[in-house]
């Protein structure tokens, strides 16, 4: 249920980043800032799909391990639609991935969510001994 929405949400910014860098193409007076600072929020979206789309990675196949051994364990029905669900998952991942996505390497995160994202684990305020 929570995957749609963040697919959908991915397709408006690549489609917008889209835009973003074939206007930098043709526009007249953009300055090398205003260059700079277009190609870096792409560059930054770039990197949180590509963070989310190893994040997701690990999830399917965290799932995909415990639904096998799951059956090996204890064969049952209800292993059926956890499959299907797990296949959607799977074909939704697809749809989420691009060539235009860079390695987390290159996204200067060391794999961990960029921070300032909201999806950083923020530090406490307050640490005690």
């Known amino acids: 249920r929570l995957l749609p929405p963040r697919l959908e949400t991915a397709r408006r910014v690549r489609t917008a980043d889209s835009v973003r860098l074939r206007t930098l193409d043709h526009a007249g007076a953009v300055s090398p800032a205003d260059v700079v600072s277009a190609e870096a929020r792409v560059a930054e979206n770039r990197c949180l799909m590509a963070w989310i789309s190893v994040g997701l990675d690990d999830r399917i196949a965290g799932y995909r391990f415990a639904l096998e051994h799951l059956v090996i364990e204890t064969p049952q ?53």
């Open 77 to 129: 029905p209800d292993a059926v639609p956890a499959e299907r669900a797990l296949l959607s998952l799977e074909r939704g991942r697809g749809l989420l991935a691009g060539p235009e996505l860079p390695p987390l390497a290159a996204c200067g995160s060391g794999g961990r969510a960029p921070v300032g994202s909201g999806l950083a684990a923020e530090p406490p305020l307050v640490r005690k001994g």
